[in-house]
């Protein structure tokens, strides 16, 4: 069973940056997309963002342009920088991978800012 394992998550002040990063434990497609989605106590899971397999991006209006998503087609990982973070990004972030015939999506990392 493939797995999508989060890692860099954490307390940060704002301001602050963190580097969200995320490995598949078994083989997966290199082919298809993939995204970071967030999940706030309360609130519905969104995506933050995405990128397709041609590499073409998109992102949440309330992170453009603070946060980064990247991949990394040879060791299939992909990361989400993000700095300037407010406290309003606090929340449980996933990762997804997705393609034909596949979609796995990540356990959760827990990402909080706070003073």
């Known amino acids: 069973q493939v797995q999508l394992v989060e890692s860099g998550g954490g307390l940060v002040q704002p301001g602050g940056s963190l580097r969200l990063s995320c490995t598949p434990s078994?083989?997966?497609?290199?082919?298809?997309?993939r995204g970071w989605y967030r999940q706030a106590p309360g609130k519905q899971r969104e995506q933050v963002a995405g990128?397709?397999?041609?590499?073409?991006?998109n992102y949440a209006e309330s992170v453009k342009g603070r946060f980064t998503i990247s991949r990394d087609n040879a060791k299939n990982t992909v990361t989400l920088q993000m700095n300037s973070l407010e406290p309003e990004d606090t929340a449980v972030y996933y990762c997804?991978?997705?393609?034909?015939?596949?979609?796995?999506w990540g356990q959760g990392t827990q990402v909080t800012v706070s003073s």
């Open positions: 990128m397709s397999s041609t590499g073409r991006t």
């Open positions: 078994g083989s997966i497609f290199s082919v298809g997309a």
């Open positions: 997804r991978y997705w393609g034909n015939g596949y979609d796995y």
